[in-house]
């Protein structure tokens, strides 16, 4: 299985060169402005034109208004639309019409009815990325934080599907062996700091998702 590879929150050349040098397929902008991974449009434009065509680019969102979605869209040049909130499948199918890009819906994970509920999102979502639910009143993402991977032996895997949450090169080939994920997402799980990309780290958590074998 050739496993694709997102590293979530960069806001650097460097971290998305070392990104694409390491085989990622996937890169992530953060358009949440309470996040330490947050970029402006204007920069999101600028790491978009060095950005190497190898790579696509997943604008990551939290409950955002179309002018959100319009600005970032049109900066950023994205190839994707990830929507980290509590965006019903209605608002994600009209995202989707409305911009005409693939849409990514997060899925926050503690228990099994967490896992039912991508039956709702199936249809309209061109991908689930599932990830830890945080506790209350912390950002929906980026903590660190895993679940327990066994809860996704009730999803119906024949969706398009990735596993986030927790992710680092110590954990994520026993990740991908435990759960088949097709794609893994990452961000403080190569940070030296909140919102500081290494490229070491981005550089052995690609090497051990790509040899999880």
């Known amino acids: 299985m050739t496993i694709q590879i997102k590293i979530c ?13 390491a ?15 947050s970029v402006a449009p204007e920069l999101a434009s600028e790491l978009a034109a060095i950005t190497p065509r190898s790579l696509l680019k997943v604008g990551v969102f939290v409950n955002p ?7 970032a869209v049109r900066h950023g040049a994205l190839d994707a639309i990830q929507l980290h909130g509590k965006e019903t499948p209605a608002r994600v199918q009209e995202v989707k019409a409305s911009f005409g890009l693939p849409v990514w819906k997060v899925l926050s994970v503690e228990t099994d009815e967490d896992i039912a509920a991508a039956d ?3 249809s309209v979502a061109d ?7 945080t506790p209350k009143g912390a950002l929906p993402g980026g903590m660190g934080m895993g679940f327990d991977w066994s809860l996704l032996d009730a999803f119906d895997k024949s969706i398009p599907w990735g596993l986030a949450g927790g992710l680092n090169s110590e954990n994520v080939a026993d990740a991908i062996r435990a759960t088949g994920a097709p794609l893994v997402d990452t961000s403080s799980g190569v940070e030296s700091a909140p919102g500081v990309k290494d490229v070491d780290r981005i550089a052995a958590f690609c090497k051990a998702a790509l040899d999880h074998d």
């Open 9 to 21: 929150g960069l806001s650097t050349p460097e971290t998305i060169a070392a990104s694409a040098d």
């Open 23 to 37: 085989g990622a397929s996937h890169i992530g902008f953060n358009f949440y402005p309470p996040s330490p991974r």
């Open 65 to 71: 208004d179309d002018t959100l979605l319009n600005e």
């Open 120 to 122: 709702a999102y199936s």
């Open 127 to 133: 991908l689930i990325l599932f990830d830890t639910k």
